[in-house]
């Protein structure tokens, strides 16, 4: 499964939950961390971990391994790292902090429909 085909699922999963403001950063040409960013935000604690754990659990059934997470017991922000796609999912309060679109500019936003 390339890298465009796990965005598109991820994105699917993160929409099937209810996640607000998803947003997707293609960053290949500025960083070869992974290909995409993919940010989005959940409204409180319980969402945020189901959001996560629904990302986890689709992308684990088309066989895409999770390879880290990060700060899902605080669940303020869950970093899924599944290697060339990173997934972020923010309460709203930290993503306005971290600003994570702004920091990756020079990454290109994208539509999901045009993975």
Do not use: C, P
């Not at 066989?63 to 700060?71: I, R």
Request: charged share 30%; proline share 0%.
């Amino acid at each position: 499964m390339n890298s465009n085909e796990i965005a598109r699922l991820a994105v699917a999963a993160l929409e099937d939950k209810k996640a607000e403001d998803i947003r997707i950063i293609d960053i290949r040409e500025v960083s070869v961390i992974a290909d995409y960013f993919i940010i989005a935000n959940g409204t409180n604690r319980n969402q945020i971990q189901t959001l996560s754990d629904h990302v986890e659990e689709t992308l684990g059934k088309a066989g895409v391994a999770l390879k880290q997470v990060e700060g899902y017991d605080h669940a303020n922000w869950v970093l899924l790292d599944f290697r060339d796609v990173v997934i972020h999912i923010f309460d709203k309060e930290n993503r306005l902090f971290y600003d994570l679109e702004r920091i990756w500019r020079d990454g290109k936003i994208i539509e999901a429909e045009s993975l």
